[in-house]
């Protein structure tokens, strides 16, 4: 059995792959993922515009957590001074290798430095395999153990050892988990061999509601006419008095049956 593959976020606008062929970059990129995944290439995109500013001897091409926090370290630096504002949840998701965020992250810097507009840029970040456990057959998503893998990378865990933390984030990654097994569960409730509850196989019959009013209107005037019924005559006569009558009830017998 033979699945679809998770999309590819590469096709950036071809603008954006002009500009970048533009630039005469040391190398071109073919896995976005991993090639700006250490911020090389964009010490290199930026030294284009800022040649005094940023050097290129100064960052270092490797894929080491070491190399990558030192690159993004002095362009951190860069961005203050320059009063730059990329995207922080950008930056972290490239340096993590999340699927989308440095396609998003060259996007937003086009825009930054060139002043262009693009149309298709991702308004929300999400960097989970949602989109991609969507598009698989039921019985090839992820559990809630392969969902935590999927979405939390080594990397975050050796820059961020915090336990609550990190706790917090497979908290949040079991409850998107267990919400999508709900909603699972409601769609296909034969799958799941789930029997209907009482009241849900309960008949419910509409009330008849007539054009004076709602039924609970409809019982009241009813209630109302019969406890007014024949009252009107006897008031309106004068001289009518009422006699309490007291009525002995007989005593009971008990009787006893002999067998």
Known sequence: MSYSHPPRRTGLPRAVLRWLQSLDLSFSPRNFRRDFSNGYLIAEIFSWYYPEDIHSHSYENGASLATKLSNWSQLGQFFSK?????????????????????EILVQDIYSMLTNGRIKNIQDEVDFTDHYYQEQLPMVARSTASKAIKNNIK???????PNINKNRQKVNAIINMHIQRRLVEREENPKRFNIKPSLA?????????????????????????????????EIRSKTGVHFKEIQVKQAERCSFTVDV
């Open 82 to 102: 320059r009063k730059l504002k990329p995207v922080q949840e950008l930056i972290d998701g490239t340096i993590h290798c999340k699927p989308g965020a440095a």
């Open 154 to 160: 080594l990397t975050e865990i050796m820059i961020e």
């Open 200 to 232: 849900e196989r309960a008949v419910r019959h509409p009330a008849t509601v007539g054009p004076s009013g709602s039924a609970i209107n409809i019982q009241r005037e009813k209630l109302s006419f019969i406890s007014n019924l024949g009252l009107p």
